[in-house]
């Protein structure tokens, strides 16, 4: 009896630490392989979708000067190269768009509140965005053509 109660003890202790270095061992190569396969297959697909949504944009000499402006003055790096949006809401389709505001109201997105957007960005906080948009050195000039860009991004 008490020659028994020893083997089942030190069986406890070491049971713990075998299935885990027996667990690598039992994904074989053929496993991973096909798994490997399908990750590069998606990458490969990201590449291409990111290549070809290059700038198949068709916009009015205004308009593609309004791009050029909010490219050339930072407000792509939070609105995107072609206005889809990163850190900052996306312009796409929002022209003329109930666009929800902080306190629970909606606003038009038009002409005019895309303009007060412009010159007076805490004005009006789209909806639960907290980061907050920094003022800019834009003429009237500059934004019409911006707005005009908007106006184009359906
Ligand atoms: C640092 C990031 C940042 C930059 C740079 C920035 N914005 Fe914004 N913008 C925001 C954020 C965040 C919001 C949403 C919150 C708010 O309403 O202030 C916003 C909102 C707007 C809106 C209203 C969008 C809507 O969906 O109603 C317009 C229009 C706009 N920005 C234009 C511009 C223009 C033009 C520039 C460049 C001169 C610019 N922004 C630069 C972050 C930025």
């Known amino acids: 009896m008490t020659v028994m109660s020893k083997p089942p003890a030190t069986a406890c202790v070491s049971r713990p630490f075998a299935p885990r270095f027996g667990a690598p061992a039992s994904i074989s190569p053929a496993a991973v392989f096909p798994a490997l396969l399908f990750v590069a297959f998606g990458m490969l697909v990201l590449l291409m979708s990111a290549c070809s ?58 002409e005019d509140y895309l303009y007060r957007s412009i010159t007076d960005p805490q004005a009006e906080i789209v909806r639960d965005w907290t980061l907050k948009m920094p003022k800019n050195s834009l003429t009237d000039v500059d934004i019409d053509a911006v707005i005009a860009y908007i106006k184009e991004l359906r």
């Open 53 to 110: 949504n290059e700038p198949p944009l068709a916009l009015s000499p205004a308009a593609a000067e309004g791009r050029e402006i909010a490219n050339a003055n930072g407000c792509a790096s939070c609105h995107g190269k072609d206005g889809q949006g990163v850190t900052a809401p996306s312009w796409q389709g929002i022209y003329l768009e109930q666009i929800p505001i902080d306190g629970g109201a909606t606003v038009l997105a038009d």
